[in-house]
């Protein structure tokens, strides 16, 4: 029966309404396993010292005026980059719009790198939209609900995602290994231009992951003997067990019913 | 004289089982998280086994497979082994001290592993089995808290 069930799982989709119904179901226990999360968070907040928040204050209002400093010189390099590329006739880079989302739950099993996030296609959300955090790519919308959805993480065994060196825009994919720091490039042939600490972002080849976003830096590439291709293990640049709080990327032209925040 | 019914105080149990399950945990706490509702269905099998056999273990692994999202009957299969292990050997292990039983878990939870990483590799996903004796250590040790819990419940409901 075991087998029978994991064949029809596997092969066709007649057993999805069951994990539909259940995702449902499982909901509310995510919402109150993140009650003691929630609540550190509050602590964390409202405990600490008025001189802390002070001083964090200022800090971020210089790093703002930073950040903005360098959003200038960015908006004119994009600009710039617009008027070559169409000089070049080449097509118009599109620009991203995000959502921002929280995450409500996480895979409890450990070999599955998926999280659930608070929003579905009320907001426009659909299936294999890339969503971001802070520091770079965290993967895509794999089921879509109501109010919440399922993202997979680059980092599961079953995915993978077009990538590029930063530095000279050498072609790989980097492949999740089940674990969250560490992700590897398949195919990497040993005279290939990568080093230690090249950066890699997406390719935007395949059309699913934007281009320009970061994936992750190079940190380690090992030759077996008697191997065709390079071993080369990348370090994700996104926080993936860390992140709470994640962007959904829109691109321009993809539906969006909700508008909020972008 | 009817035998005591456990339907809410094991439901109670699984639902405990489940908070603690997706509690979020970051880092190598992922990996040696125990599978509490296996250790939950090992307890109520141990305590009442005349109630709750291979088929209640088989009805949680269906739940922990939509849980878990993996494909359904691949926990089943996991929870029926384990499950029916522990229904062998119910009668002697109510002779049995803590230790004992917390050693069995250990062995049980690595029996499942074994078994679940053989299941993921007819599908081609590879699954690190590095871990698995601290898994086994961390899974006896919370073994002692859940024979606890679920002994007061069944002495409370009694």
């Given amino acids: 029966m075991a087998f029978g069930l994991m064949t029809l799982d596997a092969y066709t989709t007649w057993l999805s309404p069951i994990h539909n119904v259940v995702d449902h179901l499982v909901r509310p226990f995510h919402w109150l396993s993140n009650i003691p999360d929630r609540v550190l968070e509050w602590g964390e907040v409202n405990t600490e010292p008025r001189s802390d928040i002070q001083k964090e204050n200022a800090r971020l209002k210089q790093e703002s005026l930073i950040h903005r400093g360098q959003l200038q010189r960015m908006s004119e390099l994009a600009a710039e980059n617009l008027r070559l590329r169409q000089l070049l006739n080449a097509t118009e880079l599109l620009m991203d719009s995000v959502l921002v989302t929280e995450v409500i739950g996480v895979s409890p099993n450990p070999q599955s790198h998926t999280v659930t996030i608070d929003r579905g296609s009320d907001d426009g959300v659909y299936v294999g939209q890339p969503i971001l955090d802070a520091e770079g790519l965290m993967g895509q919308i794999v089921s879509v609900y109501d109010s919440h959805s399922v993202a997979l993480l680059i980092t599961d065994s079953s995915h993978a995602l077009p990538v590029q060196v930063l530095r000279n825009g050498v072609r790989s994919i980097a492949e999740g290994t089940s674990d969250y720091n560490l992700m590897r490039l398949r195919f990497v042939s040993p005279t290939s231009d990568i080093r230690e600490g090249d950066q890699m972002v997406s390719s935007g080849l395949g059309g699913r992951f934007p281009v320009g976003y970061p994936v992750g830096t190079v940190t380690s590439i090992t030759q077996k003997p008697g191997e065709r291709f390079v071993d080369v293990e990348v370090d994700p640049s996104a926080e993936l067990d860390r992140s709470r709080h994640l962007l959904l990327v829109f691109t321009v032209g993809e539906t969006d019913s909700n508008g909020a925040l972008r | ?158």
């Fill in chain 2, 1 to 158: 004289m009817n035998p005591v019914n456990y339907i809410i105080p094991v439901i109670f149990s699984l639902m405990v089982a489940v908070f603690l399950q997706l509690m979020p945990s970051t880092g190598s706490w992922l990996l040696w998280k125990p599978n509490f509702l296996l250790l939950m269905v090992i307890a109520w099998i141990l305590y009442i086994p005349n109630q709750y056999g291979i088929g209640f273990a088989s009805v949680v692994g269906l739940f922990a497979d939509a849980l878990f999202r993996t494909p359904l009957g691949h926990y089943v299969l996991v929870f029926a082994l384990c499950g029916a292990i522990a229904y062998l050997l119910s009668r002697w292990l109510t002779y049995f001290s803590m230790f004992h039983r917390a050693f069995l878990v250990f062995v049980l939870v690595i029996f499942g592993e074994l078994v679940g990483a053989a299941l993921f590799s007819i599908w081609d996903i590879p699954k690190n089995l590095s871990h698995l004796h601290i898994l086994g250590f961390t899974s006896a040790i919370t073994w002692v808290l859940v024979d606890r819990f679920v002994a007061r419940i069944q002495l409370h409901h009694r």
